[in-house]
Structures are given as structure tokens and as C-alpha cells.
Nanobody
């Protein structure tokens, strides 16, 4: 089992920044990918960013150049630095873990955190 705990969400004005953290504990192996997804009210859970153990990163087009995903392997923690936030970034953000290679499909991720709310006001 893997436990994931997110933190760092909140309310911010458009153009502001937030940094989300996701700490993993339990049975965590080196060969895994950590990802961030988000879900706005009434919408599906969408891929935001992912990072492999090798530090290869992947982003959805709408956040490229604004968001940065990184990880501290010694702490089993992944971060999502979000800059130039827009109202359309408002959602509950979830971190997730999958074994092996990168995927943008939420169904391929095995473990999920409880989510953290990000609200961007206009």
C-alpha cells in the first residue's frame, strides 16, 4: 500500500502562485511515476503533469510554461509549482502514483491522495 498526502492548496488571485506538495509513504519503489490531476466541479479528472523517477517531466498544454513538477526522491515527495494562475485553474488537485512509465490516463494510476482545493479568483 502507498499513502499520499497533498498540501499547499488555497485561495489566490489571478496571476499569483501556489506550490502543492505530495508526500508518499508506505511501499514506494524507485521505478514509479508520480502525477498531478485536477477536477473542477461537474468535470472529469484531467491530467496536469507527471514526473518519472528519471526526472523526465510531462505537462498538459494548458499549463506548460506556468507549472513545474519536481520531486525529492529522498523524501518521496513531489511538488507542483504553479505560477501565473488563472481562474480556469480552479479545481481539486490530486496526486497519484503508478508503477513504471508515464501515462496521462487517470485509470492507470494505482494510488491517490485525498485532494487539495485550489481556487483562483479573477
Amino acid at each position: 500500500q502507498v499513502q499520499l498526502v497533498e498540501s499547499g492548496g488555497g485561495l489566490v488571485q489571478a496571476g499569483g502562485s501556489l506550490r502543492l506538495s505530495c508526500a508518499a509513504s508506505g511501499r514506494v519503489f524507485r521505478s514509479y511515476t508520480m502525477g498531478w490531476f485536477r477536477q473542477a466541479p461537474g468535470k472529469e479528472r484531467d491530467f496536469v503533469a507527471a514526473i518519472r523517477w528519471s526526472d523526465s517531466t510531462y505537462y498538459v498544454d494548458s499549463v506548460k510554461g506556468r507549472f513545474t513538477i519536481s520531486r525529492d526522491n529522498a523524501k518521496n515527495t513531489v511538488y507542483l509549482q504553479m505560477n501565473s494562475l488563472k481562474p480556469e485553474d480552479t479545481a481539486v488537485y490530486y496526486c497519484a502514483v503508478k508503477w513504471g512509465d508515464y501515462s496521462s490516463s487517470y485509470s492507470s494510476y494505482s494510488y491517490w491522495g485525498q485532494g487539495t482545493q485550489v481556487t483562483v479568483s479573477a
